[in-house]
């Protein structure tokens, strides 16, 4: 494997055979795998996650990481083509993404949507671009659109709960105080589709998707015997849903702009998770959110503290989904 960049571009074989891999390394340690190698992390964002799940996961198989933060102990990049760099940024990624490559044997790179521009950031032009640049293996960490080592690891939770293809699976927007990127949901999305689920985005009106990301999630869906759905109607939605998977986006129809988006939610503050929107669920019916979270914003405490909450094992299945796909491109039988 030579790019994880995104879930959709894995045959569906491969991804079983990661979820098989991802689990036999969570029961028998294989702490030689990759030794010798290293990974690169260049994080343009913050993290907790994804930065902790690649550096242990990458140690229990033998292999080290370095962590490159652009702007914090190492100088600022540029990542638009073309520009006068007569700002902050002294170095172009056309530049340090090659450099950093001779240094590891793959490379991660966590890059979030600049949040202006919907047509670049729906077409991940900044991480296309740093792609394009990179020659060797190379996991995406979260562009602005995607998020697959995300997916993968909740993937792997469903599978063990486990949460049955084919029933309903109800991704919602959630309040939050500011406009958060598209990566998650669109990746959530995207999974819950290929996975074959009944699939249902609750969300207000102004926070429709994009029709690209329904379309993509169409798409996996009919190929899986799934379906694919949107509402602004909880009742409905939520009737016999077995997940509810949490999470805050960007309003589409207010994108880069700020105060509109800022007077959308004022009206919005009641899309915060409370145990009554499961009244019409499965009674198991689990919660589901990539973290982190803002309590009583956009979960409250009585469902992330509850039987439902399913977060901790979603952030610890990122691990070991994690080393599964290191494992595959890093490994001996790479
Ligand atoms: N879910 C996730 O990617 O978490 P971090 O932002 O902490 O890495």
């Given at each position: 494997m030579r790019r994880f960049v995104d879930l959709a571009d894995l045959?569906?074989?491969?991804?079983?055979?990661?979820l098989r891999l991802a689990s036999r390394l969570e029961r028998v340690p294989e702490p030689g795998a990759l030794r010798g190698k290293v990974l690169a992390l260049l994080f343009f964002?913050?993290?907790?996650?994804?930065?902790?799940?690649?550096?242990?996961?990458?140690?229990?198989?033998?292999?080290?990481?370095?962590?490159?933060?652009?702007?914090?102990g190492s100088w600022a990049l540029e990542t638009r083509d073309g520009v006068v760099m007569d700002g902050a940024a002294a170095e172009h990624v056309r530049e340090a993404i090659p450099v950093l490559a001779g240094y590891g044997d793959a490379l991660g790179i966590r890059s979030f949507a600049g949040?202006?521009?919907l047509a670049a950031d729906l077409a991940d032009r900044t991480f296309r671009a740093m792609d394009a640049v990179c020659p060797v293996p190379l996991i995406n960490l979260e562009s602005a659109i995607n998020h697959p080592c995300q997916a993968l690891g909740d993937w792997k939770t469903l599978d063990?709960?486990?949460?049955?293809?084919?029933?309903?699976?109800?991704?919602?927007?959630?309040?939050?105080?500011?406009?958060?990127?598209?990566?998650?949901?669109?990746a959530a999305l995207h999974m819950a589709a290929a996975r074959g689920h009944e699939v249902v985005v609750l969300r207000p009106d102004a926070y429709a998707?994009?029709?690209?990301?329904?379309a993509k999630a169409r798409s996996a869906a009919e190929r899986a015997g799934g379906t694919v759905r949107e509402t602004d109607d909880r009742r409905d939605a939520l009737a016999g849903a077995t997940v509810l998977y949490a999470k805050s986006w960007s309003s589409p129809r207010h994108y880069g702009d700020a105060?509109?988006?800022?007077?959308?939610?004022?009206?919005?503050?009641?899309?915060?998770?409370?145990?009554?929107?499961?009244?019409g669920a499965e009674a198991d019916c689990r919660l589901m959110h990539c973290l982190p979270v803002r309590r009583n914003v956009v979960v409250a405490d009585e469902?992330?503290?509850?039987?439902?909450?399913?977060?901790?094992?979603?952030?610890h299945n990122r691990m070991w989904a994690q080393m599964a796909v290191l494992h595959r491109m890093l490994g001996r039988s790479a």
């Open positions: 045959p569906r074989e491969e991804i079983a055979d990661l964002n913050p993290s907790l996650r994804t930065l902790a799940s690649f550096q242990s996961g990458m140690a229990r198989l033998g292999g080290a990481t370095f962590v490159v933060s652009p702007g914090q949040g202006q521009d063990e709960l486990p949460i049955a293809p084919g029933s309903r699976f109800v991704l919602s927007w959630a309040n939050h105080p500011k406009p958060l990127p598209l990566a998650v949901p669109a998707l994009p029709a690209v990301l329904m105060a509109a988006e800022s007077d959308l939610r004022a009206g919005l503050a009641d899309w915060c998770v409370h145990e009554s929107w499961f009244a469902v992330l503290d509850g039987p439902r909450s399913v977060v901790i094992r979603q952030a």
